[in-house]
T-cell receptor, first 111, second 113 residues
Framework: SQQGEEDPQALSIQEGENATMNCSYK?????LQWYRQNSGRGLVHLIL?????REKHSGRLRVTLDTSKKSSSLLITASRAADTASYFC???????????FGKGNQVVVIP | EPEVTQTPSHQVTQMGQEVILRCVPI?????FYWYRQILGQKVEFLVS????????KSEIFDDQFSVERPDGSNFTLKIRSTKLEDSAMYFC?????FGDGYTFGSGTRLTVV
C-alpha cells in the first residue's frame, strides 16, 4: 500500500507568505517525518512527529498529525526564497524498518 | 554538523556492468539504509541494515543487489549487472535508532547507458 501520499500540489507564493502542504497515509504509523529536497540534491530531515503527538514546532515549521484521519500538514511561516524546494512526507510503521515516501510538493517562493 | 558522505556523486556505466556505490554513515549511527529516486518519481526504499546484516529489503532489492559494511566506516551498495532501469539517484541514509529521523547523503546519480 502507498504511504505518505501528499496532495500533489505545486505551490507558488510570495516571500513572507505562509505555505501549507498536506499528506495522507493509509496504515498505522510509528511516526511521520517531513523532508526537504532542493533540486538535484539530497533529502534534509526537517521534523519528526510521533503517532502520540498532535502538533510540533521547529523554528518556522509547524507540523500537525491527525491519526484519526491519517493525515498530516506542514506549515512554513514567513516563507523565504531559500524555502524553494520539494517537500516530502514519509511514514514509518511498527514492525517495518523503512520509510514510505509520498510524491512530494514543489514549493516556489518568489522574492 | 555530522554528514553522510556518498561517492561518487555521478557515475555512468554500461548496461551489464557492475557498480559499487559508496557511503560513509555518521559514526555513532547504528542503522543504515539505501533508497533510490528515479527522475521525477518517488523516493523508494531498497534496504535497511543493522548489526551487520540486512534487517529489511524491498521487492526492488533482488539478487542483483547486495550491501556490505566492509569495515567500521563504509557501507556499500553493489549492483551486479546494471540495467537501463537502474538509472536513478541513489541515497544512503543512517539513523541512531529505529524510529528516529534519518540523515541522508547527497546521493549518487547513476546513469546506465
Amino acid at each position: 500500500s502507498q504511504q505518505g501520499e501528499e496532495d500533489p500540489q505545486a505551490l507558488s507564493i510570495q516571500e513572507g507568505e505562509n505555505a501549507t502542504m498536506n499528506c495522507s497515509y493509509k496504515t498505522s504509523i510509528n511516526n511521520l517525518q517531513w523532508y526537504r529536497q532542493n533540486s538535484g540534491r539530497g533529502l534534509v530531515h526537517l521534523i519528526l512527529i510521533r503517532s502520540n503527538e498532535r502538533e510540533k514546532h521547529s523554528g518556522r515549521l509547524r507540523v500537525t498529525l491527525d491519526t484519526s484521519k491519517k493525515s498530516s500538514s506542514l506549515l512554513i511561516t514567513a516563507s523565504r526564497a531559500a524555502d524553494t524546494a520539494s517537500y516530502f512526507c514519509a511514514t514509518d510503521s511498527y514492525g517495518n524498518n523503512r520509510l514510505a515516501f509520498g510524491k512530494g510538493n514543489q514549493v516556489v517562493v518568489i522574492p | 554538523e555530522p554528514e553522510v558522505t556518498q561517492t561518487p556523486s555521478h557515475q555512468v556505466t554500461q548496461m551489464g556492468q557492475e557498480v559499487i556505490l559508496r557511503c560513509v554513515p555518521i559514526s555513532n549511527h547504528l542503522y543504515f539504509y539505501w533508497y533510490r529516486q528515479i527522475l521525477g518519481q518517488k523516493v523508494e526504499f531498497l534496504v535497511s541494515f543493522y548489526n551487520n546484516e540486512i534487517s529489511e529489503k524491498s521487492e526492488i532489492f533482488d539478487d542483483q543487489f547486495s550491501v556490505e559494511r566492509p569495515d567500521g566506516s563504509n557501507f556499500t551498495l553493489k549492483i551486479r549487472s546494471t540495467k537501463l532501469e537502474d538509472s536513478a539517484m541513489y541515497f544512503c541514509a543512517s539513523s541512531v535508532n529505529f524510529g528516529d529521523g534519518y540523515t541522508f547523503g547527497s546521493g549518487t546519480r547513476l546513469t546506465v547507458v
